[in-house]
């Protein structure tokens, strides 16, 4: 079974930094490309990173540039999102994706999917 699991959620103040997780299981993450898109209460799910399947190649959105790192390990199966210089406007659950199909951060490109981790940014 194909799954995708997130870690390293939690509250921060703002200004600080948190590094999330993606690790899968049932399969390995080197054929995949592996995005991080996050979701705001009230708000579209966006994505805001990805990586190709060597690492070789980042994608950011604009909220995010400068500010957030992706990396992959797929020795250790897992993908990071190293997030610093955290903003209130971050707070969300964030979710990693993955697709053998295509490269970029629309979410339709997306076939698994994890079950997101908390990320609140409040003093």
């Known amino acids: 079974q194909l799954q995708l699991v997130e870690s390293g959620g939690g509250l921060v103040q703002p200004g600080g930094s948190l590094r999330l997780s993606c690790a899968a299981s049932g399969f390995t993450l080197d054929r995949y490309v592996i995005a991080w898109f996050r979701q705001a209460p009230g708000k579209e799910r966006e994505g805001i990173s990805c990586i190709s399947t060597s690492g070789g190649v980042t994608m950011y959105a604009d909220p995010v540039k400068g500010r957030f790192t992706i990396s992959r390990a797929n020795a250790k199966n897992t993908v990071y999102l190293q997030m610093n210089s955290l903003k209130p406007d971050d707070t969300a659950v964030y979710y990693c994706?993955?697709?053998?199909?295509?490269?970029?951060?629309?979410?339709?490109?997306?076939?698994?999917w994890g079950q997101g981790t908390q990320v609140t940014v409040s003093s």
């Open positions: 994706a993955a697709t053998a199909r295509a490269y970029g951060l629309r979410s339709d490109l997306y076939d698994h």
